[in-house]
């Protein structure tokens, strides 16, 4: 089984500031990771994924995510937040060793960036 | 750049009519989803769909959905008889493949909200 928490309903940064947005996962493999943005009234736009190799990956927007395995988390980081990152963040995890290929979302984590 | 798109981009409609969500994916992808998110609620998979067949659905997937893609270049979804808990963003997803790698990353259009009265 596969699935992924997100444990802040929402995070609340100043404008300048690092952001950090948590998501932690359970899979009986080795995980895909990904994390999509939305914004009010939009889709899920894709920010970037962790499918293997280095553990560091870089997305959309200047946002990265750094996979620990020990930890399983894939935490969301930019190192200076702007007021339009001010978003809804989905997290997902996909089982590569599973039977299914459809990821599981988190409940999402509401960003707010503050001026 | 290619993306998803869905229409309408929002649907009212009685209980018990008949829906259709439309859906043009990225053209050279081969793989289709539909997900629907609950208003405040997480984004829960409904089915995905190749070579003209369902891949995976799941447990909401019920027998009142149907997918079609009736042509080269539109996914549908139907809602047969539309019930009040029906009403959520449904969106519509494509990917080029699967089994790991950038193919298979989904790219999502932009929902339609639907409203069951």
């Known amino acids: 089984a596969q699935s992924v928490a997100q444990p802040e309903d929402q995070v609340n940064v100043a404008e300048g500031n690092p952001l950090t947005v948590k998501c932690t996962y359970s899979?009986?493999?080795?995980?895909?990771l990904f994390w999509y943005v939305q914004y009010p009234n939009r889709g899920l736009q894709f920010l970037l994924k962790y499918i293997t190799g280095d553990n560091l990956v870089k997305g959309s927007y200047g946002f990265e995510a750094e996979f620990n395995k020990s930890q399983t988390s894939f935490h969301l980081k930019k190192p200076s937040a702007l007021v339009s990152d001010s978003a809804l963040y989905f997290c997902?995890?996909?089982?590569?060793?599973?039977?299914?290929?459809?990821?599981?979302f988190g409940r999402g984590t509401s960003l707010i960036v503050h001026p | 750049e290619p993306e998803v798109t869905q229409t309408p981009s929002h649907q009212v409609t009685q209980m018990g009519q008949e829906v259709i969500l439309r859906c043009v994916p990225i053209?050279?992808?081969?793989?289709f989803y539909w997900y629907r998110q609950i208003l405040g609620q997480k984004v829960e998979f409904l089915v995905s769909?190749?070579?003209?067949?369902?891949?995976?659905k799941s447990e909401i997937f019920d027998d009142q959905f149907s997918v079609e893609r009736p042509d080269g270049s539109n996914f549908t979804l139907k809602i047969r008889s539309t019930k009040l808990e029906d009403s959520a963003m449904y969106f519509c997803?494509?990917?080029?493949?699967?089994?790991?790698?950038?193919?298979?990353?989904?790219?999502f259009g932009p929902g339609t909200r639907l409203l069951v009265l």
């Open positions: 899979v009986s493999g080795n995980p895909y």
């Open positions: 997902a995890v996909r089982d590569a060793s599973g039977g299914s290929y459809i990821p599981t």
């Open positions: 769909f190749y070579n003209n067949e369902i891949s995976e």
């Open positions: 997803a494509s990917s080029e493949s699967l089994g790991g790698g950038s193919q298979e990353t989904q790219y």
């Open positions: 053209s050279n992808h081969l793989y």
